[in-house]
């Protein structure tokens, strides 16, 4: 089976990298930035000239960008070359209902699609542990499984088309609600004499645990926001789950808290900077 890898970025290079290495056929790459594609042929990946070429040539098709509108212009783009022989894998994380759209698209051309966003790390995804969610016809989930398995460790059947990424947000969701917690009681800690260090102990004594401070603690101590996954993506997934709650009429007040500490970073033009730099905005800095 020959795949094919559009979306080389933060994420997308070490998924695809690790495709290179363990699969045993041919990996056609594209990516809107031509120093990457490069990156990915030093590995053993066949360059393409573009997202329709990538198309042409595979039997398997990921997908790894930003934002919803970047997945639906890049399986517009390759509708022509769509058939019953393709299947489409989308591992973005955006919009269900635009994730459906696309979903619809592709299997009005008899190929197959399905939604399978990740979850954890950079880390993560170059030691190809991620978390992956599936949302898919379920007879579909054997097919890509063994695809699947090639970058993540965790492998989860969510449901049909969307029901991959609806997890995806929520779970994206609940770490910045954790993370609004340490934000903001590490502050107040600190404002009475608390150091982080006595802090981040204490708090693994007890109830409030938890993997967001195990890792970011360093980095928060030594304010290095070097960018592993960037405010405005997160900014980006608490939006979408802010529509997803509106269009069923359910109230998150915790969701609310959070993306204003996210709209504050984006008015500072943080965006950049990893979303563990909202502390700075919880802190006062």
């Known amino acids: 089976m020959k795949i094919g890898f559009i979306g080389l970025g933060i994420m997308g290079e070490s998924m695809c990298e690790n495709i290179v290495k363990k699969h045993n056929d041919k990996v056609y790459v594209s990516d809107h930035k031509r120093s990457q594609i490069e990156k990915l042929a030093n590995f053993g990946a066949v360059p393409c000239e573009n997202n329709t070429e990538v198309a042409k040539n595979a039997d398997l098709i990921i997908t790894m960008v930003p934002k919803s509108e970047?997945?639906?212009?890049?399986?517009?783009?390759?509708?022509?070359v769509i058939d019953?022989?393709?299947?489409?894998?989308?591992?973005?994380?955006?919009?269900?209902?635009?994730?459906?759209?696309?979903a619809n698209m592709i299997k009005a051309k008899g190929a197959q699609f399905a939604d399978c966003p990740v979850v954890k790390s950079k880390s993560a995804a170059i030691d190809g542990t991620l978390g992956i969610l599936i949302g898919a016809d379920e007879e579909l989930v054997?097919?890509?499984?063994?695809?699947?398995?090639?970058?993540?460790?965790n492998?989860?059947?969510?449901?049909?088309?969307?029901?991959?990424?609806?997890?995806k947000i929520c779970s994206n969701a609940m770490v910045a609600a954790v993370q609004n917690g340490v934000?903001?009681?590490?502050?107040?800690?600190?404002?009475?004499?608390?150091?982080?260090?006595?802090?981040?102990?204490?708090?693994?004594?007890?109830?409030?645990?938890?993997?967001?401070?195990?890792?970011?603690?360093?980095?928060?101590?030594?304010?290095?926001?070097?960018?592993?996954?960037?405010?405005?993506?997160?900014?980006?997934d608490l939006g979408i789950c802010e529509r997803m709650a509106e269009k069923v009429g359910f109230e998150m007040p915790g969701l609310k808290a959070c993306k204003n500490v996210y709209d504050k970073g984006m008015e500072r033009d943080m965006g950049k900077l990893d979303f563990r730099s909202t502390y700075k905005i919880v802190k006062g800095d």
């Open 70 to 80: 970047h997945v639906k212009e890049v399986y517009t783009e390759i509708l022509p």
């Open 84 to 102: 019953s022989t393709k299947i489409c894998i989308d591992m973005s994380t955006i919009d269900p209902a635009v994730s459906v759209e696309c």
């Open 142 to 153: 054997p097919v890509i499984k063994p695809i699947l398995v090639y970058m993540g460790t």
């Open 155 to 167: 492998i989860k059947y969510m449901g049909g088309n969307g029901a991959g990424l609806v997890m």
């Open 183 to 236: 934000n903001e009681t590490m502050a107040l800690a600190q404002k009475w004499g608390v150091s982080i260090d006595d802090y981040a102990e204490a708090i693994s004594y007890g109830s409030g645990k938890n993997f967001y401070l195990e890792v970011q603690k360093e980095n928060l101590k030594n304010e290095d926001w070097t960018t592993a996954f960037s405010l405005e993506n997160e900014h980006k």
